[in-house]
């Protein structure tokens, strides 16, 4: 399995970015995914997760009614919507994929079997 994020980038404070995660050698059947982001000195968080299975979406206060996620089973793609970028919201953001998770662990990172690389998102004024 492989899991590729792309999609970051600079953006100005306000403005939107929509990132994308590929996974391959995985059917969207049944999954878990996950994005989390890692600011510089602090540690990773989840960000928004869902669990197909569970029916189920995580959303980080501080992201609620600004992102969302998706999943286009068809492409084996997931995208996360970013709306209103704040400064805090800079990070190096990562997307995990998992056959299911239960919800209590969908923003546990150890729950996660794949991971990317990371895709870094910077904003500013």
């Known amino acids: 399995v492989q899991v590729v994020e792309s999609g970051g980038g600079w953006v100005q404070t306000g403005g939107s970015l929509r990132l994308s995660c590929a996974v391959s050698?995985?059917?969207?059947?049944?999954?878990?995914i996950g994005w989390f982001r890692q600011a510089p000195g602090k540690a990773r968080e989840a960000v928004v997760c869902?669990?197909?299975?569970?029916?189920?979406?995580y959303y980080l206060d501080s992201v609620k009614d600004r992102f969302t996620i998706s999943v286009d089973k068809a492409q084996n793609t997931v995208y996360l919507q970013m709306n209103s970028l704040q400064p805090e919201d800079t990070a190096v953001y990562s997307c995990?994929?998992?056959?299911?998770?239960?919800?209590?662990?969908?923003?546990?990172?150890?729950?996660?079997?794949?991971w990317g690389q990371g895709t870094q998102v910077t904003v500013s004024s």
């Open positions: 995990a994929a998992d056959n299911s998770i239960i919800q209590s662990d969908l923003g546990r990172m150890a729950a996660y079997d794949y």
């Open positions: 869902a669990s197909s299975g569970e029916g189920t979406t």
């Open positions: 050698g995985y059917t969207f059947h049944a999954y878990a």
